[in-house]
């Protein structure tokens, strides 16, 4: 059973940084890619960061400069460093895990809060 576990959420003042962590278990496929998702209060779910089995990465304008997407592929763990946030950066952040090659699977976690405020 695949479970997908994200934690480092909290409380930082603007411009602070926090650490977003994802550990998956249970993946007998190799993963393809991992993405960082957030969602705000009454916005739909956004796409924050990507990362691949090349470690290519992809990121949001929003977070660009601000933000790092990082994994550890032996542990099947993905890392969000962030940095300079932003009041606006506050939402709930998701891990999804995903393969594209056959079998198929996607596998999001349960989220963990961000909340950036002073």
């Known amino acids: 059973q695949v479970q997908v576990v994200e934690s480092g959420g909290g409380l930082a003042q603007p411009g602070g940084s926090l650490r977003l962590s994802c550990a998956a278990s249970g993946i007998i496929y190799s993963i393809t890619h991992m993405h960082w998702y957030r969602q705000a209060p009454g916005n739909e779910r956004e796409l924050v960061a990507t990362?691949?089995?090349?470690?290519?990465?992809n990121y949001a304008d929003s977070v660009k400069g601000r933000f790092t997407i990082s994994k550890e592929y032996a542990k099947n763990t993905v890392y969000l460093q962030m940095n300079s946030l932003k009041p606006e950066d506050t939402a709930v952040y998701f891990c999804l895990i995903k393969r594209d090659l056959l079998p198929t699977y996607n596998y999001w976690g349960q989220g963990t809060q961000v909340t950036v405020s002073s």
């Open positions: 990362i691949d089995s090349h470690r290519n990465t």
